[in-house]
């Protein structure tokens, strides 16, 4: 099946660091990616919709700036999360689409736990 | 916009035993696809069920299966014989034709108690 592999896994840091987060769709190619956020216990919240090529789409609410998205290639996106504070520790969750499969689920990647100092 | 209402947030069954999980959404599209993730301890998101609107046969996989209910747009999850590992929580998620992204109800919290 489709895998998403999300990298790191873990990442415990000081604050004001800048953090990246990659995705890669492995054995597909995904022109959209998701880019989540979720707290304990809680639902996933969309955060931005990276698009191969071209800027990606954040949701209300979400700092541009805050959060860099880029998607490079069809198979990779990266997440960057600039200037990190404690307000932003947080699970981060890529998820993907097989190309041209609009029906199909999305797959996810195993996700970032992300812990500012 | 499309809503997921999950009314539950939190359940528990005995092992072996069968639970119900409840689903609603709110749309004006008539084709759509519905799923239900599970997201265990280890917070890995796994497809467990989907459901194309225009079929009117339920999902079924294995313990898994769906009660879809089209016009009252419901959509809930039946375990059958559940088994420990089946603690997790559950999301019920809405797919547009046109918006391209999921839109996730807000997640019941299963305990599967021996």
């Known amino acids: 099946g489709a895998v998403v592999s999300q990298h790191p896994s873990r990442v415990i840091c000081k604050s004001g660091t800048s953090v990246k987060i990659e995705c890669r769709s492995l054995?597909?190619?995904?022109?959209?990616m998701f880019w989540y956020r979720q707290f304990p216990k809680q639902s996933l919240m969309l955060m931005a919709t990276?698009?191969?090529?071209?800027?990606?789409?954040?949701e209300q609410g979400v700092e541009k700036d805050k959060f860099l998205i880029n998607h490079a290639s069809l198979t990779l996106s990266t997440l960057t999360v600039t200037s990190a504070h404690p307000e932003d520790s947080s699970f981060y969750i890529c998820s993907a689409r097989d190309r041209g499969t609009h029906n199909q689920p999305q797959h996810f990647g195993d996700g970032t736990r992300l812990s500012i100092l | 916009a499309q809503t997921v209402t999950q009314s539950q947030p939190e359940m528990s069954v005995q092992e072996a035993e069968t639970v119900t999980l409840s689903c609603t959404y709110d749309?004006?599209?008539?084709?759509?696809?519905l799923f239900w993730y599970k997201q265990p301890p280890s917070r890995q998101m796994i497809l467990v069920i989907r459901?194309?609107?225009?079929?009117?046969q339920n999902a079924t996989e294995n313990r898994f299966s769906v009660n879809f209910q089209k016009a009252a747009k419901s959509f809930s999850l039946k375990i059958s014989d559940s088994q420990l590992g089946d603690t997790a929580m559950y999301f019920c998620?809405?797919?547009?034709?046109?918006?391209?992204?999921?839109?996730f109800g807000d997640g019941t919290t299963l305990t599967v108690k021996p």
């Open positions: 749309t004006s599209e008539n084709n759509y696809y």
């Open positions: 998620a809405f797919l547009g034709t046109n918006a391209g992204k999921s839109t």
């Open positions: 054995d597909f190619q995904a022109t959209t």
């Open positions: 990276s698009n191969e090529g071209s800027k990606a789409t954040y």
């Open positions: 459901q194309e609107a225009y079929k009117q």
